[in-house]
């Protein structure tokens, strides 16, 4: 194409676009005037009132989101036609709803992200544009079908990771590669695994897979929404742009130790209690630590009923145990059972000696008279009340679970491992999240009395309304007609309900994150290698269709109780129904840099393949050599040199350094320039110090640095050993 061809091109593109743009503000316009109507509309129901505000409101969502990069390129068909695809889709309305701009999502755009010269998909060209805010700066071609024209051009791919990061993570939308878009376009109704090295872009790919099954199955996901677990709040704040930025926001987000509502983790286990929580053997020390609590009388215990004393014995209270044992019920709800056995024996007792003489079954209303009589007083007895509570008392999950940390005796009596064992029980862990979640299935409700107060609410409530109604019907004849039917307008049917209805105004997301029972139509899971089995209990729990999208990398666990498999994590619970696919291209890490992880990795993971990198960056990493006191120097100038620079850094190393994070809070994230300290204190934390290693060492997309104090360790040779003045003259280095 001339220089002449190319302009006008590029000014009819720029035109096209721009009237994509005046076509967007036209409906951004128009929702906002409906969604203005509609919180001022008093017509229909109050259900479908609020169905259609929140329609409209996640409609604003979408448009809201499309201004940078509404359109990033144009597909050319062999047939002659032009594919513009972008953020969202755009039609128009004047010719029978022709899409003027492709949702990326849409089967049609599928050409796109998989199209090459070889397999061309029916497609002559793939145009790629470069937009600056609202404006088409300039575009690139490639021509496919020609046997000489190579495979998809990378110049955009090459523009995107080389470009300096920013506080979050972007979305590929205009980058998608071949591979990444199999796995985001898979109908797979089951759990998905998608294991990679890092830098291969599987925390993205996996949520614009989430993208697209919103887009895909809006009906059947929209009102569950789906959740993301990531494995910290600086991993879920990297990645929360992402979701929203494709026009998608009922979505909740948590960490493994936000899956109980309310509680607080403000503590860390050894790995050895991890591991044992984590194992599902924990099940068994929850079950045994429950049925320590259901107790035995050691003595009768006497309760003073109708003038007569009466007893709890053993015997009673082991009929009545054994019966709400068979039960099948949660502990607190089976108390009911318990407690039934032991008043009909209190109750036949008392009235076999208060009666005796002159009460026999046969007189059966006077029988039955006095035992409501003797449940009455039986309901008021402190005595009765303080036995129940010893012999089988209400439990909360954070009460029991705590006596049971707290207590050596009790953690021997349920077989549990006195690794258990901390001084303040309710120093919650992260590990202690999936056993309170399981305890609130195994305990029920902790106060079934409340169901009952509820339920006696709703009666009176529904008695008010119906007086209100009949009062209504009674004065019909004296009321004007006017004002007798604004009032059954008010009072009939869902309108009077909604008198003593208090409507929840939170969206999807925030009555989701609330609500320990509540389920979601898909999960995708970052980090999956580190859950436990009994993490994955609780998030089964969450999500009853199995639907899930789960991403790790196996080599990079750090958790003692986490995954050194997937099969033995998933095929109890979807057997037959998971699929693996795995990542081979490293997109963020230089191959400079993923050299020398690539050495570490093959000293304690042997048999994984370092991911591939796709570019070089031209800036060798360095390591030097500092004594203790140089230490904090070298990372202030670290730290001043980079914040000259575009881009993000980090400082990585052990807690025991001054300003620097930790590799596993690190996981996930990517940063312009890293800097790792102490390299062998590191290796030195654990079994699993190398992989927190090569977590460190694989975050930086441009620059390396590495500072040491002894010798450097073996598998960091790789790494050109420099001086301080030698340092100041680095090109590139901190």
């Given at each position: 194409?001339?220089?002449?061809?190319?302009?006008?091109?590029?000014?009819?593109?720029?035109?096209?676009?721009?009237?994509?743009?005046?076509?967007?503000?036209?409906?951004?316009?128009?929702?906002?005037?409906?969604?203005?109507?509609?919180?001022?509309?008093?017509?229909?129901?109050?259900?479908?009132?609020?169905?259609?505000?929140?329609?409209?409101?996640?409609?604003?969502?979408?448009?809201?989101?499309?201004?940078?990069?509404?359109?990033?390129?144009?597909?050319?068909?062999?047939?002659?036609?032009?594919?513009?695809?972008?953020?969202?889709g755009l039609f128009d309305e004047e010719n029978e709803y022709r899409p003027v701009l492709l949702d990326w999502r849409a089967p049609a755009s599928r050409a796109f992200y998989v199209a090459t010269a070889a397999s061309p998909e029916d497609m002559r060209r793939r145009r790629q544009f470069h937009t600056r805010r609202r404006e088409v700066v300039d575009f690139t071609d490639e021509v496919l079908g020609?046997?000489?024209?190579?495979?998809?051009?990378?110049?955009?791919?090459?523009?995107?990771?080389?470009?300096?990061?920013?506080?979050?993570?972007?979305?590929?939308?205009?980058?998608?590669?071949?591979?990444?878009?199999?796995?985001?376009?898979?109908?797979?109704?089951?759990?998905?695994?998608?294991?990679?090295?890092?830098?291969?872009?599987?925390?993205?790919?996996?949520?614009?897979?989430?993208?697209?099954?919103?887009?895909?199955?809006?009906?059947?996901?929209?009102?569950?929404?789906?959740?993301?677990?990531?494995?910290?709040?600086?991993?879920?704040?990297?990645?929360?742009?992402?979701?929203?930025?494709?026009?998608?926001?009922?979505?909740?987000?948590?960490?493994?130790?936000?899956?109980?509502?309310?509680?607080?983790?403000?503590?860390?286990?050894?790995?050895?209690?991890?591991?044992?929580?984590?194992?599902?053997?924990?099940?068994?020390?929850?079950?045994?630590?429950?049925?320590?609590?259901?107790?035995?009388?050691?003595?009768?215990?006497?309760?003073?009923?109708?003038?007569?004393?009466?007893?709890?014995?053993?015997?009673?209270?082991?009929?009545?145990?054994?019966?709400?044992?068979?039960?099948?019920?949660?502990?607190?709800?089976?108390?009911?059972?318990?407690?039934?056995?032991?008043?009909?024996?209190?109750?036949?007792?008392?009235?076999?000696?208060?009666?005796?003489?002159?009460?026999?079954?046969?007189?059966?209303?006077?029988?039955?008279?006095?035992?409501?009589?003797?449940?009455?007083?039986?309901?008021?007895?402190?005595?009765?009340?303080?036995?129940?509570?010893?012999?089988?008392?209400?439990?909360?999950?954070?009460?029991?679970?705590?006596?049971?940390?707290?207590?050596?005796?009790?953690?021997?009596?349920?077989?549990?491992?006195?690794?258990?064992?901390?001084?303040?029980?309710?120093?919650?862990?992260?590990?202690?999240?999936?056993?309170?979640?399981?305890?609130?299935?195994?305990?029920?409700?902790?106060?079934?009395?409340?169901?009952?107060?509820?339920?006696?609410?709703?009666?009176?409530?529904?008695?008010?309304?119906?007086?209100?109604?009949?009062?209504?019907?009674?004065?019909?004849?004296?009321?004007?007609?006017?004002?007798?039917?604004?009032?059954?307008?008010?009072?009939?049917?869902?309108?009077?309900?909604?008198?003593?209805?208090?409507?929840?105004?939170?969206?999807?997301?925030?009555?989701?994150?609330?609500?320990?029972?509540?389920?979601?139509?898909?999960?995708?899971?970052?980090?999956?290698?580190?859950?436990?089995?009994?993490?994955?209990?609780?998030?089964?729990?969450?999500?009853?269709?199995?639907?899930?999208?789960?991403?790790?990398?196996?080599?990079?666990?750090?958790?003692?109780?986490?995954?050194?498999?997937?099969?033995?994590?998933?095929?109890?619970?979807?057997?037959?129904?998971?699929?693996?696919?795995?990542?081979?291209?490293?997109?963020?890490?230089?191959?400079?840099?993923?050299?020398?992880?690539?050495?570490?990795?093959?000293?304690?993971?042997?048999?994984?393949?370092?991911?591939?990198?796709?570019?070089?960056?031209?800036?060798?990493?360095?390591?030097?050599?500092?004594?203790?006191?140089?230490?904090?120097?070298?990372?202030?100038?670290?730290?001043?040199?980079?914040?000259?620079?575009?881009?993000?850094?980090?400082?990585?190393?052990?807690?025991?350094?001054?300003?620097?994070?930790?590799?596993?809070?690190?996981?996930?994230?990517?940063?312009?320039?890293?800097?790792?300290?102490?390299?062998?204190?590191?290796?030195?934390?654990?079994?699993?110090?190398?992989?927190?290693?090569?977590?460190?060492?694989?975050?930086?997309?441009?620059?390396?640095?590495?500072?040491?104090?002894?010798?450097?360790?073996?598998?960091?040779?790789?790494?050109?050993?420099?001086?301080?003045?030698?340092?100041?003259?680095?090109?590139?280095?901190a």
């Open positions: 194409m001339s220089d002449q061809g190319y302009d006008e091109e590029l000014r009819a593109e720029q035109s096209y676009v721009a009237g994509l743009y005046r076509r967007l503000d036209a409906e951004r316009a128009r929702v906002k005037r409906e969604y203005g109507a509609a919180l001022g509309d008093d017509g229909g129901t109050p259900m479908e009132r609020d169905v259609g505000v929140r329609a409209l409101a996640r409609e604003a969502r979408r448009l809201d989101v499309a201004d940078n990069g509404l359109c990033f390129g144009r597909l050319d068909t062999v047939s002659g036609e032009h594919w513009y695809i972008g953020r969202i020609r046997p000489d024209g190579g495979e998809r051009g990378d110049a955009a791919l090459l523009a995107a990771v080389n470009a300096p990061r920013g506080e979050g993570m972007r979305d590929i939308v205009a980058t998608i590669q071949a591979e990444q878009d199999e796995i985001i376009r898979l109908d797979h109704p089951g759990v998905l695994v998608i294991e990679g090295g890092p830098g291969t872009g599987k925390t993205v790919v996996a949520l614009h897979r989430v993208a697209y099954l919103l887009y895909t199955q809006r009906e059947r996901m929209e009102r569950h929404g789906v959740l993301v677990v990531g494995p910290n709040p600086a991993f879920l704040n990297h990645i929360s742009r992402v979701l929203p930025s494709l026009g998608e926001s009922d979505v909740v987000f948590m960490t493994p130790g936000d899956l109980v509502p309310g509680l607080r983790v403000t503590a860390d286990d050894t790995p050895e209690a991890a591991r044992r929580k984590g194992s599902l053997t924990i099940l068994d020390v929850l079950a045994a630590a429950i049925a320590d609590r259901r107790r035995l009388p050691e003595q009768p215990v006497p309760i003073e009923l109708g003038d007569v004393t009466v007893r709890i014995d053993a015997e009673t209270a082991e009929w009545a145990r054994e019966e709400a044992r068979g039960s099948g019920l949660p502990h607190n709800e089976a108390r009911a059972v318990f407690t039934e056995i032991v008043t009909y024996v209190l109750t036949e007792r008392a009235i076999g000696r208060i009666g005796r003489g002159w009460l026999t079954r046969s007189d059966r209303d006077a029988w039955e008279q006095l035992r409501a009589d003797l449940l009455t007083e039986l309901a008021k007895n402190d005595t009765f009340a303080a036995a129940l509570d010893d012999l089988w008392p209400l439990l909360t999950p954070e009460a029991l679970l705590a006596s049971l940390y707290e207590s050596p005796e009790r953690l021997r009596a349920a077989g549990a491992d006195l690794a258990l064992w901390r001084a303040d029980g309710t120093a919650w862990t992260v590990s202690d999240v999936p056993l309170l979640d399981e305890l609130v299935d195994l305990l029920g409700h902790d106060a079934p009395e409340s169901d009952q107060a509820v339920e006696q609410e709703r009666q009176a409530e529904a008695e008010y309304a119906e007086g209100v109604l009949d009062m209504l019907k009674l004065d019909r004849e004296e009321m004007d007609e006017d004002v007798l039917l604004a009032a059954e307008n008010l009072l009939y049917a869902e309108d009077l309900a909604d008198r003593f209805v208090v409507h929840d105004t939170r969206d999807l997301a925030e009555r989701a994150a609330a609500d320990r029972d509540w389920t979601y139509r898909h999960v995708a899971v970052d980090e999956a290698q580190e859950l436990s089995e009994m993490d994955w209990r609780v998030l089964m729990r969450r999500c009853p269709s199995r639907s899930f999208t789960v991403v790790g990398d196996l080599a990079q666990r750090r958790s003692a109780a986490g995954a050194t498999s997937w099969q033995p994590m998933l095929e109890p619970y979807v057997p037959g129904r998971w699929v693996y696919r795995s990542l081979s291209v490293n997109y963020r890490t230089p191959a400079e840099i993923m050299t020398v992880a690539a050495a570490l990795l093959a000293e304690f993971a042997p048999g994984v393949q370092p991911p591939e990198s796709v570019r070089a960056c031209g800036v060798r990493p360095w390591s030097r050599q500092v004594r203790e006191d140089e230490l904090p120097a070298a990372i202030e100038e670290f730290v001043r040199d980079e914040s000259g620079r575009d881009g993000t850094s980090v400082v990585i190393g052990p807690p025991s350094v001054p300003g620097a994070v930790a590799p596993s809070e690190t996981k996930g994230l990517e940063f312009d320039a890293v800097l790792v300290v102490d390299p062998d204190r590191i290796l030195a934390d654990g079994p699993r110090g190398a992989a927190e290693l090569y977590v460190a060492l694989t975050r930086a997309t441009q620059r390396l640095g590495v500072l040491h104090h002894g010798p450097l360790p073996r598998a960091l040779a790789g790494l050109a050993e420099i001086s301080p003045a030698a340092q100041a003259g680095l090109p590139g280095s």
